[in-house]
């Protein structure tokens, strides 16, 4: 049986994240520079959306580039601006094609401006998209995203337009850059590499995490129905006992 039969389509995540890692160690592994990674790298979002599309996901989010990889050398950083651009502007076609929103999450703001334009402009141009979210999370961090939401409530609750006593989970989470987005059922990360570097910190509480060691531009559709397949054969307990379930 092919791996996507094995997926249950009813018990799939519907909100998947990734944490692309892996593109530079894929190019040194060829002798290649690291930027040829990148570029690989951008083509396998096309397998994980075409692998989400299949299997019922209602939203896809990725990790592309985190606050702090502003700190690496600003070639590089350039080479992954440049691709965001032209990558947008080749894929722009297939996300309509296959009602795909575009939505981003993080420091718009610290974009290249043409970056920044391209963005908005197909985030505009696929508004009207149904089927599935992809969230692009450009110059984020988490620790960030969760300063600025206090900032935020903070002057609110100053302004007396939300009292201290209200504060719930519910204020923090419309108060969030993903504020529109469901809860994520599953983390994917690449790469051999087990930690979060500061993603989505608090949408994880209780997140099934899954790691792999396919580096980023080696991901193919069937790596993302392994996942699926090792997240169904998990019991979600959510603080209850399995009798309660
Ligand atoms: C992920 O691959 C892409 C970004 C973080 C932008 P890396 O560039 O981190 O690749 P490695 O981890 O050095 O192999
Ligand atoms: C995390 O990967 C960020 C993205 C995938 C965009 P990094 O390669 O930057 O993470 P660290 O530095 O290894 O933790
Ligand atoms: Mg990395």
Known sequence: MSLL????LETAPKHVAIIMDGNGRWAKKQGLLRVFGHEKGAKAVREALEGARKTGVTH????????ENWNRPKK????????????????????NENSIQLNTIGNLED?????????????EKTKNNKKLV???????????EIVKTVKIIADKVKNNIISVKNI??????EHLYTQNLPDVDLLIRTSGEQRLSNFLLWQIAYAELYFTNVLWPDFKQEHLYEAFINYQNRERRFGKTSDQL
């Open 60 to 67: 896809l989010t990725l990790y592309a580039f985190s606050t």
């Open 168 to 173: 719930d989970e519910s204020i923090i989470n």
């Open 134 to 144: 992809l969230t692009l999370a450009l110059s984020y961090g988490s620790r960030d």
């Open 111 to 123: 974009l290249p401006e043409k970056a920044r334009n391209t963005l908005l402009d197909v985030i």
């Open 76 to 95: 590089e950083v350039d080479k992954l601006m440049n691709l965001l651009v032209s990558s947008l502007k080749k894929e722009f076609k297939t996300l």
């Open 5 to 8: 039969n094995q997926i249950h």
